[in-house]
């Protein structure tokens, strides 16, 4: 079995080009189940995090792997995320330890900081940590956390760090901070042929920092945020450049993604499939087929944190989601909503939260900071003017405190089906 290529990192490390994704909300035997299967087909990464809550599993697979001989851990490539409740700096260490214990490792390949904003921590019971009643924005800034997670590189307990779900401000901002030891290794975010994410990647490119497209297809029309996505993999385009490649559809998108330069994270847990995933070095697509794919993209994300916690009916109405523009430079989340505009509820309250065209009813209600546009993690016309906007919000109008008018959440955050939100705060 040929080994899967790698890139290489700006830490000097050699990084798998395909991962298995873990998340999925998936029972424990069936993740364990599949990242054997992925090791026999010859992946070496997998791409974990704290609030999958499937790491234990994972370490389980790993050390049945180890212990057979079939792999090394020197020859493996882990990455796990360092989840929203662990930014503080002092918290920092004990979030990765909590992975580290449960993958059965001394040390992950690559760390990525989740998102780039922070919880309060919790005190509920980990299984249970999810998007809950305890979810709280907290005011940490994430240089900070960064510099803790630096930390961890010369402790050696991460070999190389990163971010995930940055938009490009934020990541200047990072990466123009004085006195950082460590350059971001790798960035993953959301990109697949309806959500090509392009501004971001030329400019992580461009800066020579590694991008992992996760979700990279596009959730192959499984269920997310409670109805099915548009499948890609069923899209006429795919299918007939499938069958011009004797590729089937998810090679073909996946492959698309390669020769864009990213690395990939496929989540499945079906072994066919798995080992289709990865059979993706033995052909190539063409320009213009390149050029047909790319022209699919809806410019619209299908992962957002916000639409789980804001566009819930716990919050008395269904508020349009606030986006990854809303957040400032700093990472902070625009919990609430100026008291001057008060969120009314909508005559119309059957949206659902990943929709990113969200009742227009509803944003009237809202002032402009919060209201939806179609957004890209790269830059747009507006940000600037919305940006000052948002700071133009007085800092008590932020984090959520209940005197600002904010609707506390008092129970389990629902999105309107009636069904808990689980998982990384993104999908169910
Ligand atoms: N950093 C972040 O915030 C973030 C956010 C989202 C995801 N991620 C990472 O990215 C990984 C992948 O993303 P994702 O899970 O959202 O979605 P995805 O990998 O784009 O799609 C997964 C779906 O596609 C199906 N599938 C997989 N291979 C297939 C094939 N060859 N043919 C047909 N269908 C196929 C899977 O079904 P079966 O399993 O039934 O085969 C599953 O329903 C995650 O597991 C996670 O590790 C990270």
Redesign the pocket.
Known sequence: MAACPTIELPSGYAMPLV??????NLKDDMICE?VKAALDSGYRMV???WI?RSESAVGAALADRIKAGAVTRNELFIST?LWNTFHEPDRVEAGLRDSLNDLGLDYVDLL?M??PMAFKEQTVERKAWILNTQTEPADVDFLDTWRAMEELVNKGLARSIGI??FNIQQLTRLLDAPGLRYKPANI???S?PFFLNKELIDFCQGRGITVTA?????????T?AGKPTENI?EHPTITSIAKAQAH????VV?RWALQRGLSI??????P???R??IQLFDFSLTEDEMAAISLLDKHKR??T?ENCLFTTTVLGCRCPPILWESRDGRGRLYRLLPAAAPCVAPATTTTTSSSSTTTAAAAQTLPEVGVEQTVQDGVDEDRDKREQQAQGVDEAKLLGRPEDGVVEVGEDIDDGDGQPLQG?G??R
Request: charge should be negative; hydrophobic fraction near 30%.
């Open positions: 991962g298995l994704g873990t998340f999925d599949a791409d974990c995090a999958y995320k990525l989740h998102w995930s779900n993953q975010v959301e697949h996760y979700s990279p297809l596009g959730k192959g029309g499984s997310y993999l089937s559809p998810a090679q996946l994270v496929p989540k499945s847990c079906t066919v499939r798995i289709e995933n299908l992962v944190l990384e993104e999908e």
